[in-house]
């Protein structure tokens, strides 16, 4: 399909200075999004932009790379997506330009491309990029560069993304689609945004208390899939609770508070703490953190801070 015509509303100005202009456009404004990569977190992204009902989306440019998910996504929604064999023609397509390529590979294929600073927005999902190399090499200026980490539940339209903006300005399309896409918090720096990127790092560490959980209930006669189910149902059940309480500051306490005093929960919590566990889970939040500043290589023993 070729690229709908988008015409533009300025939403916000920082100043009457044009060069400090951007046209983001608004919700209203259908969307032209295109993908330069197309792996795994970048088909989880534009298939959870493809299904949700928030902001209206007119295209969707994806280059070939991964030919089996790129095909797949065209399949799935052919009147959105068009698949570009060069990146050159993702990015004179669409407007809105989401970088998932390796870190390795990010300057080099951004350096081969070129962006019209009145009209892209550049999105990189790489963890590693930092905004200064990516203006740098993708010749835009600051005001039209982003970093953004989501999980691939935002195919679900289930995640939560992590939006780094790297001046004050509000990026209201950008916000509007990761709420869209499940979630939006918003970094003011690039130090907070490491330290926002640990928590999406505890994934491995959450499945393996699940996986502890199983294998204590295996030890204790049940079949695996039994124990399998019995740790999921549970776990979900949990974390309903607290996405009950996720807006309320305390509500986590709450949830403690609410488990009898001197009762078997209590006393799990109460056990783990004396064992050292959950500040062993600060250290492990601190040495991730360590790494991804560069500052080690996350392995402990780690000095907290
Ligand atoms: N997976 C995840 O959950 C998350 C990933 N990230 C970050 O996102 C980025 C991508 O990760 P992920 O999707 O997992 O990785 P994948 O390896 O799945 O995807 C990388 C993609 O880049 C493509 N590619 C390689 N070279 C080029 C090129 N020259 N031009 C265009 N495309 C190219 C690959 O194509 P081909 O297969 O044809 O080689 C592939 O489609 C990484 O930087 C990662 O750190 C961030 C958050 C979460």
Redesign the pocket.
């Known amino acids: 399909m070729s690229p709908p015509e988008t015409e533009f509303i300025t939403l916000y100005h920082s100043s009457s200075d044009d060069s400090e202009s951007t046209s983001l456009g608004t919700s209203l404004t259908p969307q032209r999004i295109g993908f330069?990569?197309?792996?795994?977190?970048?088909s989880a992204i534009a298939t959870g932009l493809a299904t949700q009902q928030s902001v209206p989306i007119s295209y969707l440019a994806v280059?070939r790379?991964?030919?089996k998910?790129s095909s797949a996504l065209q399949k799935s929604f052919p009147d959105l997506v068009s698949i570009h064999d060069d990146?050159q023609q993702v990015v004179d397509t669409a407007d809105i330009i989401f970088l998932?390529?390796?870190?390795e590979?990010t300057s080099s294929?951004l350096q081969k491309l070129k962006f019209d600073a009145h009209r892209h927005t550049l999105v990189s999902?790489?963890?590693?990029s930092t905004i200064e190399d990516l203006c740098r090499d993708a010749q835009l200026p600051p005001e039209r560069v982003f970093k953004m980490?989501?999980?691939?539940a935002v195919a679900r339209c289930n995640g939560i993304c992590l939006l780094l903006t790297p001046t004050q300005k509000d990026p209201p399309i950008l916000t509007e689609l990761c709420e869209a896409l499940g979630g939006c918090v918003q970094a003011r720096d690039a130090q907070q945004m490491s330290a926002l990127m640990v928590t999406t790092c505890l994934m491995g560490s959450f499945y393996g208390v699940l996986r502890n959980n199983r294998e204590f209930l295996v030890r204790h006669g049940l079949d695996r899939d039994q124990a399998s189910f019995l740790v999921g149902r549970l776990y979900d059940s949990m974390v309903q609770d607290a996405v009950q309480v996720q807006k309320d500051p305390n509500g986590f306490d709450q949830l403690i508070a609410e488990q009898t005093p001197g009762g078997l929960n209590d006393q799990g919590l109460r056990n783990l703490e004396a064992l050292g566990a959950l500040d062993a889970y600060d250290q492990v939040q601190t040495a991730i953190l360590s790494r991804i500043l560069g500052e080690s290589d996350g392995s402990l023993p780690f000095e907290s801070r």
């Open positions: 330069v990569g197309f792996g795994t977190i970048a280059s790379r991964s030919e998910r990146n998932c390529v390796l870190p590979q294929v999902l790489v963890s590693t980490i989501c999980l691939p």
